[in-house]
């Protein structure tokens, strides 16, 4: 358990929130003019909690059987929580809670029922103008993420997804209906989720299907759609400067942490290595320009990205004005992990660091690399930083007095409270705020499960999607609440 250094306290400004996802929450996937995207055809599959191969592997096959399924099949995102429908209740619980920030994605396949479309979708952009008016009528600011892992289907199969430039146009055409018509209403974007996910699970943020790629080698179709995507977030961050000059745009990266198994200099050697590969491309989106050691690596593998003639002065002139990022758990790394216990993080495994509790997903609770991340993030970007998710994935259970107690998940907000407050106060952080991740259950990105439970408030769900999606607010709703309410202070008095 993390002990904070000096008394918790935290700036008035400080944005307290929590987060969400699109196509964890939504449900309603083709309601109101809705297309499809490539969440709404990924099945739920039991294969355990850390094969996550075997979760994000995906073929031309399977897409085939999304396609065919019916209402009897189990594709979560599909229904998600219906927050399509029962938002006003959920917001109203935020704001219960004393959110000032509601961090929350945009599905682009409700601004554009097909990406090619000329016209956008009128229904959906009145969904979402009601969600921010919804939110500010509370106080609460909407911080959004233009893209969180919902490309629309019609791009994968037309385009093959981000491989594709065509991507980029559809993207850019999508993001400035975005900032023409719910810039009055948010003054906080985030461009894409978990930027470097796509170099670990391609088929959701990517949109690319391995075996639709015969005529390129399909590490080289993953980097070029990287860079499809570094080239669409600075041309999405120049185009929300010059329409909203007082907004603020940011990245988003999973924020993993790695500790050398041991001293020795391989071990070190591997750490540093595996840790420049999560900032790569941050480094693009913060700088301006790829980093030598990225260019090397793709030299190295024999990759030749097609570049585009203005694609250098576009990151150049499309920098961040914040970093933000994912926190959930720290892994060790070792040169040869033969041998060794592994366990599973975010979309991640790595060798199990034997001086921290494991939760049931096996995710290693770590408060005091939350401290260190800050430190290093900011040593690196010397940007403002923002936490948009942090979280604990537990398994729930309603008491017989009909209440969820849960002070596993009330401890670990406290600890993660108290690391960001010696950031602050110590180590001369800006940070921005915090938006806890899943403020509300919603569907689990790696497992596709209900079970594996983040929120504040519970929601009547269970795996195979049976349920009364009541909300019921559990015992960390209000532990959330105080530590909002006194700014970290309440944590002083214990
Ligand atoms: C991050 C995603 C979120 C969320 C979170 C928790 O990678 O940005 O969408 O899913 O992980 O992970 P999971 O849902 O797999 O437990």
Not at 183 to 192: A, I, N, R, S
Request: proline share 5%.
């Amino acid at each position: 358990m993390y002990k904070n250094e000096v008394p918790v306290s935290f700036p008035e400004d400080f944005l307290w929130g929590g987060a969400t996802a699109a196509n964890q929450i939504e449900g309603a996937w083709n309601e109101d003019g809705k297309g499809m995207t490539i969440e709404d055809c990924l099945p739920y599959r039991n294969v355990g909690i850390a094969n996550f191969t075997a979760q994000f592997a995906y073929s031309s096959k399977d897409l085939e059987e999304a396609l065919k399924a019916g209402p009897e099949a189990n594709y979560p995102k599909r229904h998600g929580i219906d927050f399509y429908h029962r938002y006003k209740e959920d917001i109203k619980l935020f704001a219960e809670m004393g959110f000032k920030i509601y961090r929350m994605s945009i599905c682009w396949s409700r601004i554009f029922t097909d990406p090619e479309d000329e016209e956008p979708n009128e229904a959906g952009i009145a969904f979402y103008r009601s969600v921010f008016d919804e939110c500010r009528k509370y106080g609460i600011e909407p911080l959004v993420t233009l893209s969180h892992y919902d490309p629309p289907l019609a791009l994968v199969q037309r385009y093959r997804g981000w491989y594709s430039r065509k991507a980029v146009d559809l993207f850019m055409k999508y993001a400035k209906v975005c900032f023409e018509r719910f810039g009055d209403q948010v003054k906080y974007w985030l461009t894409f989720n978990e930027v470097d996910a796509m170099l670990r699970h391609p088929i959701t943020s990517g949109g690319l299907i391995e075996d639709m790629f015969t005529d390129v080698p399909f590490e080289t179709a993953v980097y070029q759609a990287m860079h499809h995507q570094m080239i669409a977030s600075a041309l999405a961050v120049k185009m929300c400067r010059e329409m909203w000059p007082e907004s603020k745009i940011g990245c988003m990266m999973t924020k993993l942490l790695f500790y050398p198994f041991t001293p020795k200099p391989e071990d070190n050697l591997a750490t540093q290595k595996r840790m420049r590969s999560i900032y790569r491309y941050v480094d693009i989106q913060v700088f301006g320009y790829y980093p030598k050691y990225l260019l090397k690596e793709m030299e190295n593998k024999g990759i030749k990205l097609v570049i585009g003639p203005d694609d250098a002065r576009i990151l150049r002139e499309g920098t961040v004005d914040f970093v933000s990022f994912s926190y959930y758990m720290t892994s060790c790394m070792a040169a040869d992990t033969s041998g060794l216990d592994m366990a599973p993080g975010n979309t991640v495994n790595g060798v199990k660091n034997p001086y921290l509790p494991s939760s049931e997903w096996g995710w290693q609770t770590d408060a005091a690399g939350l401290r260190y991340s800050l430190v290093e993030l900011y040593d690196r970007y010397r940007v403002p930083l923002f936490i948009v998710e942090n979280g604990l994935g537990a398994r729930d259970t309603v008491a017989e007095d009909g209440h969820i107690h849960d002070p596993y998940r009330a401890d670990y907000l406290d600890e993660h409270v108290r690391a960001m407050s010696d950031a602050i106060n110590i180590d001369g952080v800006d940070l921005m705020g915090y938006t806890w991740w899943g403020c509300i259950d919603l569907i689990s990105e790696s497992t596709r499960q209900m079970s594996k439970r983040y929120g504040f408030i519970y929601v009547d769900l269970d795996d195979e999607g049976n349920g009364s999606y009541e909300r019921i607010r559990k015992d960390s709703f209000y532990r959330y609440r105080d530590v909002i309410a006194s700014r970290g202070g309440v944590l002083n008095e214990e």
